[in-house]
């Protein structure tokens, strides 16, 4: 009875697979294991910051088993699959806590909204199938991550205003404020003589902002070194 049954059940199976050819096909492209640290890491940058916690949960477990299991982005799931395996729900403190199914449902819409998932044929026993989506398929993903991308490159642009150490134009600023005159010895120097040096050490804590550099000859820079511009001073 039981191998009538064994056998039932894969007739079942095929009869599925006959009627949803198209989930049961490899997906357009396969990922290999060297393309998931890049899948990831645009994952976490650039799809999380979009999703709840409930729906980060849930497209982890579909990447899961999709294509960080077979490489495949197909998936078929079922919602009492979900409220079992995903998460625990922060609703309960029964045993089970299993995740309620207006929940489930709801965070799956939710997914499919934002572009992180899409449908690929009609539910049968087994569950529903998706097909999970990764960064660069998801138009939101792709916006977050030129407004990142722009954010970053502002705030770089921002720090290298605040070095006067290491770009030429802005140690020109110490010199000229300083009319190129070492600050501890008052030697009239040239753009090809000046130094800059710290007030406060680097390894103190110093920064390379204009209030922190004076123009000195190289002679007392060298001379004073690490060394605080009081210590410095108090030897001379």
């Not at 199976?13 to 393309?35: I, K, M, N, T, Y």
């Not at 899948?39 to 949960?57: F, K, N």
């Not at 299991?69 to 729900?89: D, F, I, P, Y």
């Not at 199938?129 to 792709?142: N, T, V």
Request: include cysteine; hydrophobic fraction near 35%; proline fraction near 3%.
């Amino acid at each position: 009875m039981k191998e009538h049954l064994n056998q039932i059940r894969k007739l079942l199976d095929d009869l599925e697979v006959q009627a949803d050819p198209g989930f049961a096909q490899a997906s357009e492209r396969d990922f290999s294991a060297a393309e998931l640290p890049l899948i990831i890491q645009e994952i976490v940058d650039d799809l999380q910051p979009l999703l709840t916690p409930y729906e980060v949960a849930f497209y982890w477990y579909l990447f899961r088993h999709s294509i960080g299991r077979t490489g495949n982005q197909h998936v078929r799931v079922s919602v009492r699959e979900l409220q079992k395996r995903v998460a625990k729900s922060f609703r309960t403190n029964s045993g089970a806590g299993e995740v309620a199914f207006s929940t489930v449902s709801s965070t799956m819409i939710a997914l499919e909204r934002i572009g992180a998932i899409r449908k690929e044929g009609e539910p049968n026993r087994n569950g529903t199938p998706y097909r999970l989506l990764i960064p660069d398929e998801i138009e939101s993903c792709r916006k977050f991550r030129a407004e990142r991308t722009a954010a970053e490159a502002r705030t770089e642009v921002a720090a290298a205003d605040l070095d006067y150490y290491n770009l030429r134009e802005n140690r020109v600023k110490v010199y000229e404020r300083d009319e190129y005159k070492c600050r501890y010895c008052g030697k009239q120097l040239t753009r090809f003589t000046a130094t800059l040096d710290h007030v406060r050490p680097v390894a103190e804590g110093g920064d390379n902002g204009f209030e922190n550099l004076v123009t000195a000859c190289l002679g007392c820079n060298s001379r004073k070194h690490k060394r605080t511009v009081g210590d410095f001073l108090a030897d001379q």
